[in-house]
């Protein structure tokens, strides 16, 4: 079985520039999630989408953070304009949904950094 | 609210030696709860997760758990450490009502002595 997938896995920008994330979940998984994980912090859930609706988006930074999942599969995350703060590790995670104690499976994750 | 509190940030042990993770949670609601291990420049695996079966949890790689509500504790064990263990461990807490989001501790690098 595959895993989930995310491109590109290193990214580097300048202040102000934008920048786009992609994320193939494991085929059949109805949930997706996009986390952000700051050097020496645990993952903190940016946006969560049950098929290609949004169920939590409360952490996103609205004003410069936009995600979608068309056609409920995969999904891209954008930042636009990016900021030195956004510096982190974007991950994507997929889970078959149902449950509270499913596993999320998570892709190798984007490393950006911003200058 | 929920949370996990993961005490050392940075755990050293010797090949061979008994390995020992903290993580203490706090939730309003019986939770459920997850160890999750994280290689260098690569996503975050699962090693366990407590669905309040049983109370003691065995996970992959010979690590397991022990769930203990009087303590709220879900430390993570292993009685031989090895070296490719050395990773980053992070303990989750999710709450089993609605549709409540896994929520990380800080994590905790474990180094291997040879």
């Known amino acids: 079985e595959a895993g989930v997938a995310q491109s590109p896995r290193y990214k580097i920008i300048e202040k102000r520039q934008s920048v786009a994330f992609w994320c193939n979940p494991i085929?059949?998984?109805?949930?997706l999630y996009w986390y952000q994980q700051i050097l020496g912090q645990g993952p903190k859930l940016l946006i969560q989408?049950?098929?290609?609706?949004?169920?939590?988006d409360s952490q996103l930074p609205k004003d410069r953070f936009s995600a979608e999942r068309l056609k409920g599969v995969d999904s891209t995350l954008k930042i636009q304009p990016a900021k030195l703060e956004d510096s982190a590790v974007y991950l994507c995670?997929?889970?078959?949904?149902?449950?509270?104690?499913?596993?999320?499976?998570f892709g190798p994750g984007t490393r950006l950094t911003v200058l | 609210a929920q949370s996990v509190t993961q005490l050392g940030s940075h755990v050293s042990v010797s090949e061979g030696a008994l390995v020992l993770l903290r993580c203490n949670y706090s939730s309003s609601v019986p939770p459920y709860l997850f160890w999750y291990v994280q290689y260098p420049n690569q996503g975050l695996q699962l090693l366990l997760k407590?669905?309040?079966?049983?109370?003691l949890v065995k996970g992959i790689n010979g690590f397991e758990a022990e769930f203990k509500k009087s303590e709220t504790s879900f430390h993570l064990t292993k009685p031989s450490a090895h070296m490719s263990d050395a990773a980053e461990y992070f303990c989750?807490?999710?709450?089993?009502?609605?549709?409540?989001?896994?929520?990380f501790g800080t994590g905790t690098r474990l180094t291997i002595i040879p």
């Open positions: 995670a997929s889970e078959e949904g149902g449950t509270s104690y499913n596993e999320q499976f």
């Open positions: 989750a807490v999710r709450s089993n009502f609605g549709n409540e989001k896994l929520t």
């Open positions: 407590y669905t309040s079966a049983a109370t």
């Open positions: 085929s059949g998984h109805a949930t």
């Open positions: 989408f049950q098929n290609n609706g949004v169920v939590d």
